[in-house]
């Protein structure tokens, strides 16, 4: 029985093609954003947002029924075996959506904004969030845009405020991200920073291997390079690593 897929134009195809193939990799995370880069389409938050949909759809329905997961990718014109079906219902049971529709930045600008409210009970302003993430002010409302369409913000009049619930959005991998960036420049991210070392210190022993991450309480940003299994270079210093984040 055909699922009956119909894609506003060929690009969604090709990025959840892409993003299936990526995650039968071991320990790849990798995001609908950093999709969409590695296929060289430009930033288009309204293509973004329906792969991601797409795909958060196709998770609830494969954890309710694994052969879902078989009749979508015969329609994607990708082939099907065991391993492939258990290792994506596995993810769709673990993963949470917002890891693979946030960007890194969007999931700073989240932590900030989530952060601030819990130790001041405010929202902070367009540029008190540009400063503590490091990024301009088009790229913070377009971060706003985005975890408008998440539902963590909700705006009236033109200000923004906490949508109800939005405690959902503090426990597991939802905010966080940990990007590895390979010699080639490819970019994909991992569940956990060990993924990083486990990965930088055996796949790629011979390459020079980057984590680019944050503080797993915060929005400081962390950035290692190891070559050889060592780390030669760690901003800040001496970060610690722990399983399940940084």
Avoid at 48 to 68: H, T, Y
Avoid at 103 to 111: G, N, Q, T
Avoid at 152 to 165: K, Q, S, W
Wanted: glycine share 8%; charged share 30%.
């Amino acid at each position: 029985m055909a699922v009956g897929l119909r894609f506003r134009d060929a690009r969604e195809a090709q990025v959840i093609q892409h993003l299936l193939a990526e995650w039968q990799k071991p320990l790849r995370l990798t995001t609908v954003a950093q999709a969409m880069a590695s296929l060289g389409l430009p930033d288009d938050d309204d293509l973004r947002w329906r792969v991601a949909q797409r795909l958060r759809g196709l998770w609830r329905r494969v954890v309710r029924d694994p052969r879902r997961y078989v009749q979508f990718r015969q329609e994607v014109g990708l082939p099907v075996d065991e391993a492939t079906i258990e290792r994506f219902v596995q993810q769709a049971c673990q993963w949470h959506p917002l890891s693979i529709i946030l960007d890194e930045e969007e999931k700073l600008v989240a932590r900030f904004l989530l952060t601030l409210w819990q130790k001041e009970r405010r929202l902070p302003t367009r540029a008190e969030v540009g400063q503590a993430v490091r990024i301009d002010l088009t790229k913070v409302d377009r971060a706003f845009g985005m975890l408008e369409r998440i539902g963590l913000l909700a705006r009236e009049d033109g200000v923004y405020h906490l949508r109800r619930g939005y405690q959902r959005f503090l426990g597991g991998l939802g905010l966080t991200f940990h990007t590895v960036v390979l010699p080639t420049g490819e970019r994909f991210n991992v569940p956990c920073a060990i993924d990083y070392l486990l990965l930088a210190g055996r796949t790629y022993r011979g390459h020079r291997v980057v984590l680019e991450d944050a503080c797993h309480h915060c929005w400081e940003r962390i950035r290692i390079v190891m070559e050889e299994g060592q780390v030669v270079e760690a901003v800040p210093e001496e970060p610690i690593v722990y399983r399940g984040g940084t």
